[in-house]
């Protein structure tokens, strides 16, 4: 091996590393800050936690020192203790100018960088979604020492991972809110339509439906028609079935149409932000049927309160695979779960992707093959209901 042993092992020997959280919470960050931090002290190292996403490099006080007491107790919290930001990106990052009095994006990812050098940092583990890890793989691009991402999103379409902490407890509460909404729902012969998150993937959507029991689903990978939704619910209605559930992913279109958006990105935040399309499909239903229809939007719900044990157990094995990857010398990649083996990727097998609900297998279906509508059906084809 030559003198001195491996010099993977000798670089990992002691490390001063960085924690931070990007994008969306999601139930189970702080399991993941407080396997990440316990392991790493534990090899000797020291840690720090940088505050919303990456803006505690450029702000007095950003920083916060990781030690056994700063993550005591914090496990089964939501939330996350270093706060998060959905308008960090350090190369769009909100800059006063001075000549115009107004804050406006400008690149500081080469002052990001030095920063984070001149701290004396060897490594930033970096847990965010597809748009932080993208961002985390520039800034290794850019000089920054190694980068290990750990995913998370409560969406579950991080490419490269079978499954990501949060889903499942946002899964477990949709689930909820069909149950409860059942029987209201049944008792006045409504049609409910309730709207869950997926922007560009329908996970929550076709799982919680499921799951709950509706009986159509519209999720993003499948354009619906109107009329097919309308002819299930009328179908139910001749069947003495008077009442029906209906789960939309928040980024789900109809055929040849767009997604319904509340409002337009700016320029921070480059995305829109959806919603209304309960709303607007509730609305519709009702022209077409006839029948009373209501519409609820889960939210932010989906997001809040502590993690399931499920989501507990992945964030603690991701946090503590990450540090085992830096002590094993690695110096870039992302934590993922393959086949219920957490494993080393490369970041660009996530970033800037998207993983979408397979249409043709798997859970589609099984929703197919017991009735439900994915508004791509014509009337008569449906097995139940």
Same mark, same amino acid.
């Given at each position: 091996? #030559?003198?001195?042993?491996? *010099?993977?092992?000798?670089?990992?020997?002691?490390?001063?590393?960085?924690?931070?959280?990007?994008?969306? =919470?999601?139930?189970?960050?702080?399991?993941?800050?407080?396997?990440?931090?316990?392991?790493?002290?534990?090899?000797?190292?020291? +840690?720090?936690?940088?505050? !919303?996403?990456?803006?505690?490099?450029?702000?007095?006080?950003?920083?916060?020192?990781? =030690?056994?007491?700063?993550?005591?107790?914090?496990?089964?919290? #939501?939330?996350?203790?270093?706060?998060?930001?959905?308008?960090?990106? *350090?190369?769009?990052? *909100?800059?006063?100018? *001075?000549?115009?009095?107004?804050? /406006?994006?400008?690149?500081?990812?080469?002052?990001?960088?030095?920063?984070?050098?001149?701290?004396?940092?060897?490594?930033?583990?970096?847990?965010?979604?597809?748009? !932080?890890?993208?961002?985390?793989?520039?800034?290794?691009?850019?000089?920054?020492?190694?980068?290990?991402?750990?995913?998370?999103?409560?969406?579950?379409?991080?490419?490269?991972?079978?499954?990501?902490? $949060?889903?499942?407890?946002?899964?477990?509460?949709?689930? @909820?809110?069909?149950?409860?909404?059942?029987?209201?729902?049944?008792?006045?012969?409504?049609?409910?339509?309730?709207?869950?998150?997926?922007?560009?993937?329908?996970?929550?959507?076709?799982?919680?439906?499921?799951?709950?029991?509706?009986?159509?689903?519209?999720?993003?990978?499948?354009?619906?028609?109107?009329?097919?939704?309308?002819?299930?619910?009328?179908? &139910? @209605? &001749?069947?003495?079935?008077?009442?029906?559930?209906?789960?939309?992913?928040?980024?789900?279109?109809?055929?040849?149409?767009?997604?319904?958006?509340?409002?337009?990105?700016? /320029?921070?935040?480059?995305?829109?932000?959806?919603? $209304?399309?309960?709303?607007?499909?509730?609305?519709?239903?009702?022209?077409?049927?006839?029948?009373?229809?209501?519409?609820?939007?889960?939210?932010?719900?989906?997001?809040?309160?502590?993690?399931?044990?499920?989501? &507990?157990?992945?964030?603690?094995?991701?946090?503590?695979?990450?540090?085992?990857?830096?002590?094993? #010398?690695?110096?870039?990649?992302? +934590?993922?779960?393959?086949?219920?083996?957490?494993?080393?990727?490369?970041?660009? /097998?996530?970033?800037?992707?998207?993983?979408?609900?397979?249409? =043709?297998?798997?859970?589609?279906?099984?929703?197919?093959?017991?009735?439900?509508?994915?508004?791509?059906? /014509?009337? $008569?084809?449906?097995?139940?209901?």
């Amino acid at each position: 091996m #030559g003198r001195g042993g491996d *010099p993977r092992r000798r670089m990992a020997s002691k490390l001063k590393i960085a924690i931070n959280t990007g994008g969306g =919470d999601a139930p189970g960050l702080n399991a993941v800050i407080r396997a990440a931090t316990l392991s790493a002290i534990g090899l000797g190292w020291e +840690v720090w936690g940088i505050k !919303s996403g990456y803006r505690g490099l450029f702000e007095p006080e950003g920083m916060i020192r990781l =030690d056994r007491d700063a993550v005591r107790g914090i496990g089964h919290l #939501g939330g996350t203790i270093l706060g998060t930001a959905n308008r960090g990106d *350090p190369f769009h990052y *909100p800059t006063l100018n *001075p000549a115009t009095g107004k804050l /406006e994006p400008a690149d500081r990812s080469v002052e990001l960088v030095d920063r984070f050098k001149a701290a004396g940092f060897d490594a930033l583990v970096a847990i965010g979604g597809d748009g !932080s890890l993208t961002i985390a793989k520039r800034l290794l691009d850019m000089g920054l020492p190694r980068v290990i991402g750990v995913p998370k999103t409560i969406d579950n379409d991080v490419a490269g991972t079978d499954v990501t902490f $949060g889903f499942d407890t946002a899964v477990t509460i949709a689930t @909820e809110a069909l149950d409860r909404l059942h029987t209201t729902t049944e008792a006045h012969e409504r049609v409910m339509v309730v709207e869950v998150m997926g922007r560009h993937a329908g996970w929550i959507g076709i799982t919680a439906g499921l799951a709950g029991g509706a009986d159509a689903i519209l999720i993003p990978e499948i354009p619906y028609s109107i009329d097919v939704v309308a002819s299930k619910v009328l179908q &139910r @209605e &001749r069947r003495g079935r008077k009442f029906s559930i209906i789960v939309t992913a928040e980024g789900a279109k109809p055929l040849g149409g767009e997604m319904a958006i509340k409002s337009a990105g700016d /320029e921070f935040r480059r995305v829109e932000v959806l919603g $209304g399309i309960a709303e607007r499909v509730a609305k519709q239903i009702g022209q077409l049927t006839g029948k009373e229809t209501r519409s609820m939007v889960l939210g932010h719900l989906q997001r809040g309160g502590g993690p399931s044990s499920a989501d &507990r157990v992945l964030a603690l094995r991701f946090g503590t695979s990450a540090i085992a990857r830096l002590a094993d #010398g690695a110096v870039s990649g992302m +934590v993922g779960l393959r086949d219920n083996d957490v494993v080393l990727l490369p970041l660009d /097998e996530a970033a800037g992707k998207t993983r979408l609900v397979p249409t =043709d297998k798997g859970i589609v279906m099984t929703a197919r093959r017991i009735g439900i509508c994915l508004g791509d059906e /014509e009337e $008569g084809s449906f097995a139940g209901g």
